[in-house]
Nanobody
């Protein structure tokens, strides 16, 4: 079955950086676009970034453009989210997402807290 396991969250000061990872299994990773979403307390889940199956194209949400970078390593079945210039409003649970045959698959999430 599809499994997505995120890691790399934690507490960071404003202006700092973190790199999230998501290891995928149970499907053909190299043929699947991968996404990161986030959900802040009391808010709806928000799209963060997408990377195409071969890593050639990327799309970003407006709130993270120029600060976050999504990438992937198909040899390791892993997608990354490099987050720079973090702001308190980036505080959220970050989720890895993939869609297979019209079915959405989510990881359990990793918490990122940006605070001084």
């Amino acid at each position: 079955q599809v499994q997505l396991v995120e890691s790399g969250g934690g507490l960071v000061q404003p202006g700092g950086s973190l790199r999230l990872s998501c290891v995928a299994s149970g499907f053909t990773f190299s043929r699947t676009a991968m996404n990161w979403y986030r959900q802040a307390p009391g808010k709806e889940r928000e799209f963060v970034a997408q990377v195409s199956s071969l890593g050639i194209s990327t799309i970003y949400g407006d709130s993270v453009k120029g600060r976050f970078t999504i990438s992937r390593d198909n040899g390791k079945n892993t997608v990354y989210l490099q987050m720079n210039s973090l702001k308190p409003e980036d505080t959220a649970v970050y989720y890895c997402h993939a869609q297979q045959y019209g079915v959405d698959h989510w990881g359990k999430g990793t918490l990122v807290t940006v605070s001084s």
